[in-house]
């Protein structure tokens, strides 16, 4: 993307970046620049994530023996609820929107902000506020009735800290929906001129297919979860038998957002994915315009299978049916994406540096995470396997091994931009490795415990020890997979400190955000006007290739500095 | 030390099916994971940065090639969802003959009732070959009945009926889980279905079965009792009256109430007539009766449906063909313990008819 360059003021000596435009804490914690919320965000997410991942380890440990370890069966329940609640809702959903989103939307459609700021500014303190409560209900007790709330176990019950930790949730909810209402306005309104829709970067459709979902589908489990809550506090029936209430209505509802909300997790990703693997192949990706489509569909379609979460819940047959019917309709777009991307390889020069080899990850385990949703969504198979360690595995390999796979990649791929540093290249694709291989041996024995017949959210299994070996292969991984998520943490925080400056477009990428900006984008974003003429990854791999040939002396790899 | 099943016992007869089409789902799943992965490795190796190979010419979108990667899968999709769709279909038919057990589900135990009267507690013994037909509830939470080496889960939900079949194919113990968070101790909510040949069930019925009856009463005969007890008799009498319609021939017959609406009784309108009668008025007739929500137990309820369907004649058994007739003149007697119990005996036919055997022993 050229720009037609307005002389800017240069001043002497070096420029103020977003980050050291202003040091006080204040200048933090009132920003409305969506790069500083976007790292404000970065920080808060990391943290739940790590607080969850704690959880999910004492989970792993007590499953090593089938009489448990430690936990009570009540504590055991609160440990798996609370790893649920955080993940989902305090990690998995806000993690690419409101980090890489917030901070790539504007400088990737060439705007100064976001089309709301302040609302931006909220939408962090919301998630703030609705993080402190969750942790305020842990610490009060926690919760025992599981990330899905179920009535009538949460609204008559369960004995345990439901309506602080709704309201958790309720109020996360709206921080979600200021980023979606954002982000649709943003978009729509304030893309430079000549960014024409088809010349937005993919990461960018998605996020537009992503906020439709977000504001689609987030008002209804708030108001979903606003009844469990006067169901609890009034014994107004709605959805307890006992109160003249339908307990399945919940699922309906519950569903309704929870489904999609998948794909609030996992489309951001494949945006990301995107632009990693067209990137380190140096071709534009494949089919643009089926990607991007395949986007919207599967936003529009993703809000028509919630039945299949309740093929055995007391809806009739013939819905159920229906349901899986459209779900194995919905495999097809995401079909489409992994194809293209795979074909977006084909003649290109193909860099394995970190960010690439975390996209190939992604690819990997997102296929074996969505064939195995074949099994889900096929009414048949799903008597067997639902409620089971099948569905749990499935989806961990759909949110960890697609979503998170790619929200690190992505981390990887845009921290020189956010920071201006260059992270140890040679640990960052150990990291991506490790946590492949520990990601497999930590979820896919759990495919074999679900089919064997074991079901989720069990403590004891001392009816079955032949189930242990595969829960002993589990904790393992997820012992190697702990270390790989550490390694990062590790790395990319001595990086902000000692890791070399990074220079202004380190693996040579394309997007106003590279080519358009300063190394570390300033508060404006950027300092002349901005006018799009090439389309979206105006990569050249043969131009690419030829810089191997005996004639060039210099070193040929990406620059960035040697590791 | 440690043993590396990869498959349950295969002991139903769905459980053989549904092991053909997990299996040809997993060929399908296996044959596209090594497509992508193999596509992805060549790609990889053949393009990678400084590689010799051929990169003129590229292009950047083909919708022939969109086509052939959206279409093909799509009809296999389809393909993939017929089958399970008539698999399932075939798993949700209840048969027309089987061993009726009432099932209900409570924090943290699965209570079984037999016709006869047997009640066992997280156990529930059968006969190989002989189908079961389970009528559930839960009277807390959502609970699933999971049978994993029968390939057969369905959920138990309060305030209505859920029902599950299946067929042993062969005997010995077999897991029965809960599948679904109820609380504290979900993962100790398990129990045993023990499938015995019909000479061990026989044995067993006169035995050790006795164990669990601790009245000897089938449940009809307990939902009579329990119908005297309450005085329902006092409005639902031998014929219709101006307080009440007569429950005899219920079952099966259609209702129309005054908001209506019509419905076929079945087990979910007379427990809902039962426990919220206000919910659904005859027509003809105005709201009198007391709700027994709070007032009955889940158990009691199964019983006094067990004598309403005992009273139904063969209606309780042939709902589609008596749906239309009237009710054949009411059964003599108003049901007396003889016909309640045929009618019982004749509802879990196969077993009883396994127990006649076991009477001609010595």
């Known amino acids: 993307m050229s720009a037609t360059a307005i002389p800017a003021t240069q001043h002497h000596g070096e420029k103020k970046t977003y980050l050291t435009a202003d040091h006080t804490i204040k200048s933090w914690l009132l920003t409305t620049d969506h790069k500083r919320i976007a790292v404000l965000y970065l920080i808060s997410i990391s943290i739940f994530f790590f607080a969850g991942s704690l959880a999910a380890g004492l989970i792993r440990y007590e499953l090593t023996s089938p009489r448990g370890h430690l936990l009570s069966s009540e504590a055991y329940n609160k440990t798996f609820s609370a790893h649920g609640i955080i993940m989902i809702f305090f990690f998995l959903i806000p993690s690419i929107p409101a980090t890489l989103g917030n901070f790539l939307i504007p400088l990737m459609i060439g705007a100064r902000d976001l089309a709301f700021p302040r609302l931006n500014l909220l939408s962090w303190y919301l998630y703030s506020i609705a993080g402190v409560i969750a942790l305020l209900a842990m610490a009060m007790g926690g919760v025992d009735a599981g990330w899905t709330f179920y009535t009538p176990l949460s609204s008559l019950y369960s004995n345990t800290q439901i309506t602080l930790t709704l309201l958790a949730a309720f109020i996360a909810g709206f921080s979600s929906i200021t980023t979606g209402v954002n982000f649709i306005a943003t978009i729509h309104k304030m893309r430079a001129p000549g960014m024409t829709w088809f010349k937005l970067p993919l990461f960018v459709w998605a996020h537009y297919a992503t906020s439709i979902i977000i504001i689609l589908g987030t008002p209804v489990v708030a108001i979903t979860l606003v009844l469990v809550i006067f169901e609890r506090a009034f014994q107004i029936g709605i959805f307890s038998p006992e109160l003249g209430g339908d307990p399945v209505l919940f699922q309906h509802l519950f569903w309704f957002y929870s489904h999609p909300a998948v794909y609030i997790m996992v489309l951001p990703g494949m945006g990301v994915i995107s632009e990693l693997i067209s990137c380190f192949s140096r071709r534009p990706v494949f089919g643009y315009q089926f990607v991007a489509y395949s986007s919207m569909a599967i936003a529009l379609l993703g809000f028509f299978v919630w039945g299949h979460h309740m093929f055995l819940s007391s809806q009739s047959t013939l819905l159920g049916v229906v349901f899986s019917f459209l779900s194995f309709v919905l495999a097809i777009p995401s079909a489409v994406k992994i194809f293209n991307w795979a074909t977006t390889m084909y003649k290109g020069s193909i860099h394995f540096r970190t960010p690439m080899i975390y996209a190939l990850a992604f690819m990997g385990l997102f296929v074996i995470g969505g064939l195995t949703g074949l099994y889900l969504a096929a009414i048949g198979t799903d008597v067997h396997l639902t409620g089971t360690y099948f569905i749990v595995a499935h989806f961990h390999y759909v949110m960890v091994g697609g979503a998170v796979t790619a929200f690190l990649g992505g981390v990887h791929f845009w921290w020189p931009k956010m920071f201006g540093r260059m992270y140890n290249e040679f640990l960052g694709k150990m990291s991506a490795i490790i946590i492949f291989v520990g990601f497999n041996l930590t979820f896919f024995p759990q495919f074999i415990l679900g089919y064997l017949g074991m079901p989720r959210r069990y403590h004891l299994y001392y009816f079955a020890p032949e189930w242990q070996i595969y829960h002993v292969l589990s904790t393992a991984g997820s012992t190697v997979l702990g270390v790989g998520f550490l390694l990062p943490a590790f790395y990319l925080t001595y990086s902000l400190f000692k890791g070399p400056k990074a220079p202004k477009n380190p693996w040579g990428a394309k997007g106003l955000e590279w080519e358009e900006t300063d190394p570390v984008p300033i508060t404006e974003n950027f300092d002349h006007k901005i006018v799009v003429t090439k389309p979206a990854y105006d990569y050249d791999a043969e131009e690419d290739s030829k810089l191997y040939e005996p004639e060039h002396k210099e070193e040929p790899a990406l620059t960035g500095g040697k590791h | ?362």
Request: proline fraction near 6%; aromatic fraction near 10%; hydrophobic fraction near 40%.
């Open chain 2, 1 to 362: 030390m440690f043993q590396f099943p990869v498959m349950p016992p295969q002991a139903s007869e769905w459980a053989f099916h549904y092991d053909l089409l997990f299996w040809g789902t997993s060929a399908l799943a296996v044959f596209f994971t090594l497509v992508v992965g193999i596509l992805v490795t060549v790609l990889a190796i053949k393009y990678r940065a400084g590689s010799k190979a051929d990169r003129r010419n590229p292009i950047d979108h083909s919708n022939l090639l969109e086509m052939s990667w959206s279409l093909p899968p799509l009809v296999l999709a389809i393909g993939m969802f017929f089958w399970s769709a008539t698999d399932f279909i075939q798993y949700r038919k209840m048969p027309e003959k089987a061993s009726e057990i009432f099932v209900i589900g409570k924090q943290w135990m699965w209570h079984l009732q037999h016709m006869n009267g047997i009640r066992e507690n997280n156990e529930l013994h059968c006969v190989v070959g002989q189908p079961v037909k389970m009528t559930m509830i839960s009277q807390d939470v959502i609970h699933a009945m999971y049978l994993p080496d029968f390939r057969a889960q369905f959920h138990v939900v309060p305030g209505r009926y859920t029902e599950l079949t299946f067929t042993p194919t062969m005997t010995g113990k077999f897991r029965m889980l809960c599948a679904m968070h109820c609380g504290t101790q979900h993962s100790e909510m398990v129990g045993q279905v023990i499938v015995m040949s019909p000479k061990d069930y026989a044995d067993w019925l006169a035995k050790d079965g006795n164990r669990f009856t601790p009245t000897a009463l089938s449940m009809a005969d307990a939902g009579k009792r329990l119908f005297t007890e309450k005085g329902c008799g006092n409005c639902h009498g031998g014929v219709d009256t101006e307080r009440a319609p007569t429950l005899v021939g219920l079952f099966g017959k259609q209702r129309d109430f005054d908001n209506g609406e019509k419905v076929v009784a079945d087990n979910e309108y007379v427990r809902e007539s039962i426990v919220n009668p206000w919910r659904l008025i005859n027509k003809g007739y105005t709201n009198t009766m007391p709700a027994y929500k709070g007032q009955i137990t889940e158990e009691q309820v199964l019983d006094l449906m067990a004598y309403i369907k005992s009273i139904s004649g063969s209606a309780a058994n042939a709902p589609a063909e008596a749906a239309g007739r009237k009710p054949e003149g009411s059964i003599p007697g108003f049901a007396g313990p003889q016909n309640s119990t045929d009618a019982a005996n004749r509802v879990e036919s196969a077993g009883a008819a396994q127990f006649k055997q076991s009477e001609n022993r010595p």
